[in-house]
């Protein structure tokens, strides 16, 4: 009888231990969903060290819908939006609970800063929340540059770096300060500028509406317009002197992605891609002189091709501009480290995780 007692006990308490262990680390797994301009986009985490930004994506997944056309057209989404949307979002939630057995705290879902503007988002919003029980979080476009630095930049490096995030309509980011008491101020970073607004800008300066396709008058108004370019890019940095004293700087963004795929041609699996301004220099001479290199490299390499299928050559030249002008207008960049945030997908997920930590000081 003790015989038995002692091995039903040992059961137990293995049985104990197996949940405890099973239970702690699913802490260290977060998912989120995040409905953008664009499609629906969903990441799963696992984080040793969010300090550190340490962690490795377990999955990711996208559906391309155009909600940003939708609302752009009408104000609002359409009810098929609606409705696909929660579908999806349904879906991917039943799936990430049952392959991770995650704990529902660290499952977040947001919903992107274009989703302010339509007249029936909360149709959308409390729709979701009906089917799966959890809140959606429409993101502030205030907060977005916040968001952005928290999640590109690792928490160990707040004090020292600075953000550079080139879209498609604007260049944002921002840095953080140290105040007394560990009290941290967050900076806000923008340029007017992004991959289309430049190139349309570009594309007005041609008077003959004929050439406005043309390529080589193109670059020929292009270098012109590198000019106000310059000009703006030196006024942002004039008026935030402290980035001077940063040594690091990250970029993410379209154009930095499409020039670490074309450029790199490599599949790099770190989180972040170390790049210079000469690579960039050298870049930018393929694009103007040696196209066809990228457009064979299409033909054969998935990631090319998707940055191909994104970017025209006038959208690449005009991202690298932009790029390029960035850099060259930094103090004393010899000095300085600068980082591609090659999994800009997962940012604002990161952004959240370090936000509930422990051990790192998002109060700014």
């Known amino acids: 009888m003790l015989k038995k007692n002692k091995t039903q006990i040992l059961f137990f308490i293995l ?30 985490v696992d984080v040793n060290n969010i300090k550190k930004a340490d962690y490795k994506i377990l999955s990711f997944w996208t559906e391309r819908i155009p909600f940003a056309d939708h609302i752009a057209a009408n104000g609002e989404l ?29 499952i977040f879902i947001v919903a992107a800063p274009v989703f302010a503007s339509a007249r029936n988002v909360e149709a959308l919003t409390n729709k979701i929340s009906t089917l799966t029980n959890k809140s959606v979080d429409v993101l502030n476009v205030s907060e977005e540059a916040k968001t952005l630095v928290k999640g590109a930049i690792p928490p160990v490096d707040f004090a020292t770096a ?23 101020e967050f900076v806000p970073l923008e340029l007017s500028f992004g991959t289309m607004t430049l190139t349309d800008a570009v594309e007005k300066t041609v008077v003959n509406k004929s050439q406005v396709n043309d390529m080589s008058t193109f670059q020929e108004k292009s270098f012109d317009y590198n000019v106000i370019l310059r000009k703006k890019t030196k006024e942002l940095f004039d008026a935030n002197p402290p980035l001077a004293k ?28 170390t790049l210079t301004l000469q690579d960039v220099v050298d870049y930018d001479a393929i694009l103007k002189n040696n196209f066809n290199k990228y457009t064979n490299l299409a033909k054969t390499n998935k990631e090319a091709a998707r940055v191909l299928n994104t970017y025209d050559q006038k959208y690449l030249i005009s991202a690298n501009n932009i790029l390029a002008t960035c ?27 370090a936000d509930r930590s422990k051990k790192v000081n998002t109060n700014f």
């Open 15 to 44: 049985l104990n231990l197996f949940f405890s262990i099973n239970s702690f680390s699913q802490k260290s797994i977060y998912a989120g969903i995040e409905i953008g301009r664009r499609a629906i986009k969903v990441s799963v």
């Open 78 to 106: 359409t009810q098929e939006d609606i409705t696909k949307t929660s579908v999806i979002v349904v879906d991917q939630l039943k799936q990430i609970r049952a392959n991770y057995k995650i704990l529902e705290e660290n």
């Open 162 to 184: 600075f953000l550079l995030d080139i879209g498609a309509q604007t260049t944002k980011g921002g840095y953080i300060d140290e105040l007394k008491d560990n009290k941290l």
């Open 246 to 273: 940063k040594d690091k700087l990250y970029l993410s963004g379209g154009a930095v992605w499409a020039f670490s795929t074309l450029f790199y041609d490599e599949n790099v699996k770190d989180h972040y891609i």
């Open 327 to 353: 850099l060259e207008s930094i103090p004393d960049l010899g000095s300085k480290k600068i980082y591609f945030v090659k999994d800009g997908q997962v940012t604002w997920l990161i952004s959240y995780i």
